[in-house]
């Protein structure tokens, strides 16, 4: 059997978006949680916990974007009009939010400003990628090679709600990376807030997992169907497994615990994903083949990912080595 | 033309232009701090690491900027020129999937590093990270070059029956016809920016007070490298010239005003006012043959306009017109400036002759300005096509309502003009503070940026022992 590129190329996407998830959200849930930090050293501290390390992550959502573009060019082109309007605010929001991380130690007289534009834009990026998730899972008209729907078309309560899951589950890796880098009264803080997002992320996960197979017939044959459903099953029981440790960890203060454990339930949360769209890269419509690039370019890309991805992944985790244990009071700023 | 495509390439013209200024500066501004790092590690000299802090706080917030509105980018071409994307995608595609990951992450990677980390890693593993920081600003320009100019001069390529761009022979692909000339003079100008606005803070300070010897140092490496480096600019750009002579000529005769034919002689059109339905440059002041002499080496040699060529191919000459002599205009001034500064130096009164102080203060930004309207001149002058002779831009576009793209226009220009705007005065706020000695690196003791616009107050009473040296 030849190796089959496309299917490599897609779980090599499926790895960046992953990454991306696991590495943004939680910085981008930082931001979302700083209105309730103090004001001064608190929120001083909560930002220099992802400031050395945000330009770092969020390069994982350009290689989503523009590993789409080049590995399935006709899903990137019917997929981003058909997004156009939570594209568009996801970018912006990130506008705002990347540069307070710089602006904000600029100025004091505005710093405000810049506090509002970093919390504003991670709420605003978090929830516009929950929507574009949603909008994509729903389902996009498409018409020819390209998109064929209005540019209103992914206001749906279904998206919205994918939006609010996203924003609580963000804002729940924020919470716990806190726990995790900080000490004193923001780790009490942040374990306060990583309680309540802990039912807030649950109860946003029932509810798209609820929603989700009454999209579309295709959805309900791939969870429910015999014998299917002996495999499909062990998503959501080791998500009832994953949320129970996670309760025990916040009951015992186990520090350590609550952001690989928040971390689990996006991982639980993308293979159901998987389970829901493998193969089509356009729901229902287009699958990842019809959408491949040629194998000539798939080609090229691969010599350079499987050299240049090992070593990302090596020197991001020599960055995050570097600035390991809890943020220091004095900061680097 | 239909006003989804107009609004479609104004957004794009829009929020291209914004985000080019902080790469050209950043990947000049990388190789100076890795230069002022290595001199630092070699000399001891503490003026170079007071140097190299000083402009690492301003590549700080210019390299967040070029981050995020680079991030924008990425997605635009999905979503406002998604047919583009589908055919194009599997030749441009991977040059860009290779910018990010041979460029973007060593840069993001390291950037942590580089600002935050010297006392955790020491001095020579945060060197390293400097370089690494650099040699990504750079391996981001080849790759992204390569983009633009296979869209320029497409060459390595087939066609296949849904009218996508096939890859064929991908060195053929990154190293067309235009790409080599197009890298140089790309990277000289972002050196060349750089040094302008460099050497305007270096004599900002100067004129304040010509004994402040960080501002001494930084002034006179950046009139070295302009002495240097602009002749060679031009000399470079000329033969970028002559090459779009061979592969766009329609570029070149929109650069020269030839609206018509000339079989014996060529003339140099200094100004004039070329009106596009006329097909002719009125008020024009010319210089017989000068044209064909600098483009042919021959002054009688013919040399075709427009006139040869379909209308409906032609590009928008009044754009490409002006907007080359406005760069044609600023990179012999840059000269200008090179040869003055190096007379004052052969005078032994770099520091002490005024004039060219003044001048340099007045370029630094001329640099961007230059850059702009370069790429204005190459990106105006491939119309009507995104990829040169094969797709016309307006079969490139998304199949977007008009309202939609007006609308993320509108919150593009709104927002970018707050941002960068807010981002713009306070990169000019730090630079209005002279260099002193024991520069912090970014951030430093908070209350430093309560600073107002005179130097004084951003001095934290600490270092008023430290009178400048």
């Known amino acids: 059997m030849p190796i089959d590129l496309t299917l490599i190329w897609a779980a090599i996407l499926a790895f960046a978006v992953f990454a991306y998830v696991a590495m943004d959200g939680f910085d981008l849930g930082v931001g979302v949680l700083f209105p309730f930090f103090q004001r001064g050293a608190q929120r001083d501290t909560a930002m220099n916990s992802v400031a050395p390390v945000w330009d770092g992550n969020e390069t994982w959502l350009i290689l989503g974007g523009g590993g789409l573009f080049a590995a399935f060019p006709l899903a990137y082109a019917i997929l981003m009009?058909?997004?156009?309007?939570?594209?568009?605010?996801?970018?912006?929001?990130?506008?705002?939010?990347?540069?307070?991380?710089?602006?904000?130690?600029?100025?004091?007289?505005?710093?405000?400003?810049?506090?509002?534009?970093?919390?504003?834009?991670?709420?605003?990026?978090?929830?516009?990628?929950?929507?574009?998730?949603?909008?994509?899972?729903?389902?996009?008209?498409?018409?020819?090679?390209?998109?064929?729907?209005?540019w209103w078309d992914w206001l749906t309560p279904f998206s919205l709600l994918c939006g609010v899951s996203v924003l609580a589950g963000y804002s729940l890796l924020g919470a716990t990376w806190l726990v995790l880098k900080t000490e004193g009264a923001l780790q009490d803080r942040a374990y306060r807030l990583a309680a309540w997002l802990t039912g807030a992320t649950l109860l946003a996960i029932f509810s798209v997992s609820l929603a989700t197979p009454f999209l579309g017939a295709a959805y309900w044959r791939r969870w429910f169907e015999f014998p299917r459903i002996l495999a499909t099953a062990q998503v959501p029981l080791l998500v009832l497994l994953t949320a129970g440790a996670l309760v025990y960890g916040l009951k015992r203060r186990r520090e350590t615990w609550l952001f690989p454990l928040a971390l689990g339930l996006f991982a639980l949360g993308y293979v159901g994903l998987a389970i829901s769209l493998f193969p089509y890269v356009v729901p229902t419509q287009v699958t990842i083949w019809q959408a491949a690039a040629p194998p000539s370019s798939q080609a090229f890309m691969l010599v350079g990912a499987a050299i240049l991805v090992p070593i990302i992944l090596a020197y991001t985790g020599y960055a995050y080595w570097v600035f390991r244990g809890k943020v220091g009071a004095e900061g680097y700023h | 033309m239909t006003d989804a495509l107009i609004l479609a390439r104004a957004q794009f013209a829009f929020t291209i232009a914004f985000h080019i200024v902080f790469p050209v500066f950043s990947i000049g501004l990388a190789s100076y701090l890795a230069v002022l790092e290595g001199l630092w590690l070699r000399t001891r000299k503490p003026v170079y690491l007071d140097l190299f802090n000083y402009w690492m706080k301003i590549f700080a917030v210019a390299f967040g900027a070029g981050v995020v509105s680079g991030l924008v980018m990425s997605y635009q071409i999905g979503s406002n020129w998604s047919v583009f994307s589908d055919k194009a995608g599997p030749v441009v595609g991977p040059l860009m999937a290779y910018e990010v990951m041979s460029a973007f992450f060593l840069e993001a990677g390291f950037l942590g590093v580089m600002l935050f980390g010297r006392e955790k890693v020491g001095d020579r593993l945060h060197f390293a990270a400097t370089l690494a920081v650099a040699i990504g600003t750079f391996a981001s320009a080849f790759w992204i070059i390569a983009v633009n100019s296979w869209m320029q001069t497409p060459a390595g390529y087939g066609i296949n029956a849904q009218g996508q761009f096939l890859p064929l022979d991908w060195m053929a692909v990154i190293f067309n016809p235009s790409f080599p000339f197009r890298l140089v003079h790309m990277v000289l100008a972002a050196y060349l920016t750089t040094a302008l606005v460099v050497g305007a803070v270096g004599a900002f300070h100067l004129l304040k007070d010509r004994a402040q010897p960080a501002a001494r140092k930084m002034f006179s490496m950046a009139m070295w490298m302009i002495t240097l480096v602009a002749p060679i600019q031009i000399l470079a750009g000329d033969a970028h010239g002559l090459n779009t002579l061979e592969h766009q000529p329609a570029k070149v005769m929109a650069m020269e005003g030839h609206y018509q034919s000339h079989p014996d002689g060529a003339p140099l059109i200094l100004f004039g006012l070329p009106d596009q339905k006329a097909g002719i440059v009125r008020a024009r002041i010319e210089i017989p043959k000068l044209s064909s002499l600098i483009l042919k080496h021959d002054p009688n040699a013919p040399l075709a306009g427009l006139d040869t060529i379909p209308r409906q191919n032609w590009p928008y000459v009044p754009v490409v017109f002006w907007s080359f002599r406005i760069m044609v205009g600023i990179g012999l001034a840059i000269a200008g400036l090179g040869a003055l500064t190096l007379l004052a130096r052969a005078r032994g009164k770099l520091y002490d002759w005024k004039p060219p102080q003044w001048l340099a203060l007045g370029m630094g930004p001329m640099g961007f300005v230059a850059v702009l309207a370069g790429w204005v001149t190459t990106e105006v002058g491939r119309q009507p096509y995104t990829v040169y002779g094969l797709l016309r831009t307006a079969h490139s576009a998304s199949p977007l309502d008009a309202p939609a793209v007006a609308a993320s226009l509108a919150a593009f220009a709104v927002v970018y003009f707050t941002v960068f705007g807010a981002g713009l005065f306070y990169l000019l706020r730090l630079m209005s503070q002279p260099p002193h000695a024991h520069e912090t690196g970014p951030g430093g003791p908070s209350p430093l940026r309560a600073a107002g616009l005179t130097p004084a107050p951003g001095i934290a009473p600490d270092r008023l022992l430290h009178p400048a040296e």
């Open chain 1, 81 to 150: 009009p058909a997004v156009y309007t939570p594209l568009i605010a996801m970018l912006l929001g990130l506008v705002f939010r990347g540069v307070a991380f710089e602006y904000r130690w600029r100025t004091e007289r505005a710093k405000w400003a810049w506090d509002l534009a970093f919390c504003g834009g991670s709420a605003l990026a978090a929830l516009s990628q929950g929507v574009i998730l949603g909008a994509i899972l729903q389902g996009v008209k498409v018409a020819g090679r390209g998109y064929g729907g209005g």
